[in-house]
């Protein structure tokens, strides 16, 4: 498979998309619910790039940025 040169993985809870630097946001996702941990959301990302679904990472990220959950920590 190979890889898109859009996303980078940085760390366990850090991509670099589009040049970008997006970090989940550890206040946001407690894990109180179900499916609501930060290690759950970083595996849907990264799910997104394995299979190469930029269209659900994009959707993703830009409704985290909107209501919640992820930073831009570098442009």
């Given amino acids: 498979m190979e890889l898109n040169k859009n996303f980078v993985y940085l ?3 850090e991509i670099k998309y589009r ?6 946001d550890k206040e946001y996702w407690k894990g109180d619910l179900l499916n609501d941990s930060i290690e759950f959301q970083y595996e849907q990302l990264e ?3 394995e299979i ?3 269209q ?3 959707n993703r990220i830009n409704n985290m940025l909107k209501w919640g959950g992820i930073k831009i920590i570098k442009k």
């Fill in 56 to 58: 659900t990472l994009e």
């Fill in 19 to 24: 040049g970008n630097i997006y970090q989940l």
């Fill in 47 to 49: 799910y997104c790039i």
């Fill in 11 to 13: 760390s366990m809870k």
């Fill in 52 to 54: 190469g679904d930029f």
